[in-house]
């Protein structure tokens, strides 16, 4: 019998498996923050798809150190989407590109301004954009995430943390079979559609957004009178979530128990209601207006869901500033910036996927949140919270323009939340109460509810626009100042987290250990480096192959 050398079966078991891993890859993160995994969520949405991902990346180009990580970030997620999803992976050189093409599909550059060594400042223009397609729909997947008061190696850590986000948030967007909905109620003095705007454009991206008054109908009206009309229960069930933004006078027990209802059935709620009642035009006009509580028959739902909105304001050392005319001619105006510490820039916490890695919220007129309910099984979590400088304005109260020059002393509170997140299965607020006249319901009153999510915010001033010359501003953009601050990703995530059943919003709590380099001791030790880095390896080979020619030696010289 022939005998075979083992050395032929060892090889014959490494082609084996070379071929199987060939056809099923397997993959070992071997790393700590697990940058190289997807999330189950992904990996199930990846597997789901039944046609090919078309994915074209434009970061390209003359690229500093920053951005080649940014590059190398994208193409290791896009090769790990691969093994899932069935991707075809395209990158352009964006010179063959030209800037009107660009523009016409909605992109912009980014302008870097860098220094060199010799002193001369460098400008590069990059396009840190991906185009995702999916069965003839089209999306673009922004790559860089500019947060205000991050540096630029914070912020491209950040936008490599959020790159799995950013992908399959635009493919699950281009794989929903139809838009989910979302309602913004109206009937009590809320905001016009003016100073809504820029919520409704931001929202359009993800939902078909409807507003009105809660009516008898199958979905909302904007005419419809509750006085003559019962309301059915069931009106808001077809609404991923509900937005009560900035509202003024109270609710109905027939429009509270409907929306009870509809958290007792597992809707989501994003209430941005203020404790206090003042009139901004007062305040104009006569230089201070009075401050009152704000009644709207939503106190004690609140307080049963677990939380209190107080009838007080914040105000805050860190703020925004106002222009003031400090000139005694009145003929000659002479304004002058002074700050307001009624319009504070509030702080977002990095422990919830809402808020982390997004910068300062602008806000105006803000009443502060207390959890209450102890032990009800609801987890709350701090959104917004004011600086380490802040006061607390009971009402009844005043608020006078000429405070502009506020006595730091006054200021001791520290970190103030103004902005909380619910989630959990909720206590109905009507558990022990008859359903309320104006209702149409043939179902008894739910007392406890499904799991589900709420968001409060202590004003409605965060999820509106300024008007200027009849044109609506950007959310959270100060006209005084032209800064931008980040109520729009607020507000994006806020309503994408109430309404994901996915898990795809968790995927923003990814996390990229940021190591960054002594760029002094880098420059002045670059030679020394580059010397040990190229000896050391060559010189370890040297050694191992002397010792084994020794070795070998002495072995056959006997």
């Given at each position: 019998?022939r ?16 071929g ?11 790393t ?31 690229l ?23 991707l ?30 010799n ?13 995702m397609?999916y ?8 790559l ?51 100073h ?106 609140l ?33 002058q ?84 997140s ?137």
């Amino acid at each position: 019998m022939r005998k075979y050398s083992p050395y032929i079966f060892i090889i014959g078991l490494f082609l084996c498996l070379y071929g199987t891993l060939q056809v099923r890859p397997v993959r070992w993160d071997m790393t700590d923050d697990k940058r190289y995994s997807l999330s189950e969520a992904s990996k199930r949405m990846l597997r789901e798809t039944d046609a090919p991902i078309e994915v074209t990346v434009l970061l390209d180009g003359d690229l500093n150190a920053g951005f080649k990580r940014l590059k190398k970030a994208t193409e290791e997620t896009l090769e790990e989407m691969d093994v899932y999803g069935k991707l075809r992976i395209t990158n352009y050189d964006i010179q063959s590109f030209s800037s009107d093409s660009l523009a016409a599909l909605g992109l912009r550059p980014i302008v870097i301004h860098e220094r060199e060594q010799n002193g001369k400042t460098a400008q590069t223009t990059v396009y840190p954009y991906a185009i995702m397609e999916y069965k003839g729909k089209r999306s673009v997947v922004t790559l860089l995430k500019n947060t205000r008061g991050l540096s630029g190696e914070e912020n491209l850590n950040a936008s490599i943390e959020q790159l799995e986000f950013a992908f399959m948030e635009t493919l699950h967007l281009l794989t929903q079979p139809e838009t989910p909905r979302v309602a913004i109620l109206e009937g009590h003095g809320e905001p016009d559609e003016a100073h809504t705007y820029d919520l409704m454009n931001v929202l359009s991206k993800y939902f078909q957004v409807d507003r009105g008054r809660l009516a008898s109908n199958d979905g909302m009206s904007a005419t419809a009178s509750l006085n003559d009309e019962l309301i059915d229960v069931h009106i808001l069930d077809g609404y991923k979530a509900v937005l009560v933004v900035n509202p003024q006078t109270a609710f109905s027990d027939a429009e509270r128990f409907v929306i009870d209802q509809y958290i007792m059935r597992g809707g989501a709620v994003l209430w941005a209601v203020n404790g206090v009642r003042f009139s901004e035009e007062v305040l104009q006009s006569e230089g201070f207006t009075p401050i009152l509580p704000l009644e709207l028959g939503l106190t004690d739902m609140l307080f049963r869901y677990g939380v209190r909105i107080n009838p007080a304001l914040v105000q805050d050392i860190q703020c925004l500033p106002i222009p003031v005319n400090v000139s005694t001619d009145p003929q000659q105006p002479n304004l002058q910036p002074m700050p307001w510490t009624f319009a504070p820039l509030l702080l977002t916490s990095e422990g919830s996927p809402i808020t982390r890695n997004t910068g300062q919220v602008m806000s105006t007129f803000v009443s502060p949140i207390d959890a209450v309910g102890g032990n009800d099984g609801i987890e709350k979590r701090v959104l917004l919270a004011t600086s380490t400088a802040s006061s607390v304005t009971a009402t009844p109260g005043e608020v006078n323009l000429n405070d502009v020059n506020p006595d730091p002393k006054q200021f001791r509170y520290e970190y103030v939340p103004v902005g909380v997140s619910m989630e959990g299965a909720f206590a109905s607020a009507f558990a022990h109460r008859m359903i309320p006249e104006g209702v149409r319901s043939d179902e008894p009153v739910r007392k406890s509810g499904v799991k589900t999510r709420q968001v409060v915010i202590g004003s409605g001033s965060v999820l509106l626009n300024e008007v200027q010359k009849g044109q609506p501003l950007p959310m959270g953009y100060d006209r005084y100042s032209g800064i931008q601050f980040s109520n729009r990703d607020l507000i994006a995530n806020a309503v994408l987290w109430l309404t994901d059943r996915d898990g795809l919003i968790a995927l923003r709590d990814k996390t990229v250990a940021l190591r960054l380099l002594n760029d002094r001791r880098a420059h002045e030790q670059r030679l020394s480096v580059q010397l040990v880095s190229t000896i050391t390896p060559i010189s370890l080979l040297a050694v191992i192959g002397g010792i084994v020619f020794v070795i070998r030696k002495r072995k056959y010289e006997r």
